[in-house]
């Protein structure tokens, strides 16, 4: 039962938001408080959990609804939420100070809520459970990320060709600039590669990056005729934040990591050693399974709820949340981070090795 409820701390985030949206002073800083203040502390003492499910349990988890409508729940709330934040930033009286805190808090459920759930039901095979997924994106003006990461990134992780793959001793700044800048331009050229070979043209309503775009565009032409200017400059600042948080995700998710050419000039299957992984319990849950994250790129359609951790998987010190925040301090990260990237180096020839002997 713990297995299942755990997901349910989720709640935990849009609870903050209220107290952010409707208290003053610090209170509108909670949600940032909460998240990345004490749960990076807590998983700083918290032993991870490298525990998986067995074989009745992965069965019994993957048929059992509930996994999905935690996700499905938390569609109508950002929604929500999203109306709230409209009155919460025109609130009379509002400082400075209080402002930022409460569009830093709707930012976080940008990224927590309507980009990692996005993510999600993006990669789901069910029509409804990727509209589902559209419409989270929309609240975060990320649409462009399902065409590139689903058709570009799955693809391409660990190679120079991928912008969401961050390079060894790159920081963190260069690094959100080059990845969203390069998947958006991706997704313009997967799409444009898709129509080509089914013969329609670019400038089609079947590109998806076009309807993307005119639903980004009406979302906040709705926005400033609605509510005014303040109002749709305010949510455009949240849906940066809650950008800045997913690229600072990609960046720490394969920093360094490199698959190999072979002799042929390909690269090699993606594997569970190209990604990095954290089993730190809180973060794992608040996250739906986000942190085990070499599994999901070695076989995108598993739901979250079966993924594995396992010993070829490079392990970061703490959870998601801590790492981030180490992130923004790139001489600790590269500190931290290159002693780690040479053990993943000796654990990929060890992998190697042990391959080439079973063959």
Sequence with gaps: MLDKLKYLSIFALPFTVY????????WTYLPAGVFYGVVPALELFLTANSRNLNEKERESALHDSFYDWVLYLMVPL?????LFFFHAVQSPG???FELI????????MCGVTGINIGHELGHRSLRVEQFLGEILLLTSLEMHFLPYHNRGHHFNVATPGDPATAKRGESVFVFWVRSQFGSYLQAWQFESSRLRKKGIHLFSFQNKMIIYTLYQVSLLVFIYFIYGLFVMLAFITAAMIGILLLETVNYIEHYGLQRKKNKNGNYERVMRHHSWNSDHAIGRSMLFELSRHSDHHYKASKHYQILDSLPQSPQMPTGYPGMMLLALIPPL???VMHTRLQNAGDLENDLLQTYAKRN
């Design 19 to 26: 107290i952010a949206f409707t208290s003053g002073n610090l």
């Design 78 to 82: 950002q929604i929500i939420y999203l």
């Design 94 to 96: 509002l400082s400075t």
């Design 333 to 335: 990260w590269f500190s």
């Design 101 to 108: 805190g409460r569009i830093s808090s709707m930012g976080i």
